[in-house]
């Protein structure tokens, strides 16, 4: 029933942005903390940041001051605006239910947005 689509990776150069999109149909969007995990080849899956149903956000210590997450309830899509990337930030980008206040369930694992960060 939930629907879920990454979208806006790309090659990018160092320093150089991208935002990202995570789309989701099928839920009550507006209930949903939402998070942004990577995976990097070789590496686990890690959460880059999140954001709550009322719009309060956290990030990871790497991420912090570069990276934003932001959300708009009418399109339900949740956003991640990327600023000076760094060549470690290459990776697939996903989206996903977070621990939140209300009763919310994870959904299966879309199929990312691919980020490539590279001279």
């Known amino acids: 029933q939930v629907q879920v689509v990454e979208s806006g990776g790309g090659l990018v150069q160092p320093g150089g942005s991208l935002r990202l999109s995570c789309s989701v149909s099928g839920i009550i969007f507006s209930i949903y903390a939402i998070g942004w995990y990577r995976q990097a080849p070789g590496k686990q899956r890690e959460l880059v940041g999140s954001?709550?149903?009322?719009?309060?956000?956290d990030y990871v210590d790497s991420v912090k001051g570069r990276f934003t997450i932001s959300r708009d309830n009418a399109k339900n899509t949740v956003y991640l605006q990327m600023n000076s990337l760094k060549p470690e930030d290459t990776a697939v980008y996903y989206c996903?239910?977070?621990?939140?206040?209300?009763?919310?369930?994870?959904?299966?694992w879309g199929q990312g947005t691919q980020v490539t960060v590279s001279s």
């Open positions: 954001i709550t149903s009322g719009g309060s956000t």
């Open positions: 996903n239910a977070e621990q939140g206040w209300f009763d919310t369930i994870p959904w299966n």
